[in-house]
């Protein structure tokens, strides 16, 4: 599925309201170390459901909420929106009627997230069954960190089998079926 816009309000570095076209091809984002850059990426991640602060470079998730700066207070919430083009229809079934979703994510201190798809509010699973299907997601092969190639030669051959299903496209099924199993 392809990204067209990400909108980013008070996530980490991005106090002001800041929107990133994705334009076909390859973007590249240059900047000087600690202006945000990895916050960037993060704030993709998290908005397709990431649910371990850790992944987030947090020591909880309330601290991906902006927390001031010298001349800025700190905000009490933080949202981000991904803007998909759905033309090719591959979102699943009960979100797949338009040509484009919005899906938003919203943390508010204390209180924890709340998803929306195309202003409908959803459960974070719907989230992450939308990027499971789409083999995307927060912790898809195509999102690398800092430091990731290391930790990928240090992986136990489980944790390497899950990079392979996800490159298969299997994981989407995987999810699925556990979703089948609980309910
Ligand atoms: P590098 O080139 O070193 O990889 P980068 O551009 O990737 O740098 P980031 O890691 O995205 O930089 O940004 C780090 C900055 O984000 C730090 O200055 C840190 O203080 C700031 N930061 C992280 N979380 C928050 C937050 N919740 N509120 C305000 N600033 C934050
Ligand atoms: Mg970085």
Redesign the pocket.
């Known amino acids: 599925m392809k990204f067209d816009k990400l909108r980013i309000l008070g996530f980490?570095?991005f106090v002001e309201p800041t929107e990133f076209l994705i334009a076909p091809g390859l973007t590249g984002v240059v900047?000087p170390?600690?202006?945000?850059?990895?916050?960037l990426v993060e704030a993709l991640r998290w908005v397709m459901g990431e649910n371990s602060y850790k992944n987030m470079r947090a020591s909880g998730m309330d601290?991906?909420?902006?927390?001031g700066?010298g001349h800025r207070p700190s905000r009490n919430t933080a949202e981000v929106t991904l803007f998909l083009d759905n033309r090719e229809r591959r979102a699943p079934a009960g979100f797949n009627d338009t040509d484009a979703l919005e899906v938003t994510r919203r943390i508010e201190r204390e209180a924890g997230s709340v998803y929306r798809i195309n202003g409908r509010d959803v459960r974070a699973r719907d989230v992450q069954l939308l990027f499971a299907d789409a083999s995307t997601g927060p912790r898809s092969p195509a999102m690398v960190r800092?430091g990731q190639i290391g930790e990928l030669i240090a992986a136990k051959p489980t944790q390497r089998r899950a990079i392979l299903e996800e490159a298969s496209g299997i994981s989407g099924l995987h999810s699925r079926r556990h979703e089948a199993e609980i309910r």
């Open positions: 980490k570095t900047g170390n600690g202006c945000g850059k990895s916050n601290d991906v909420i902006f927390a700066s800092q």
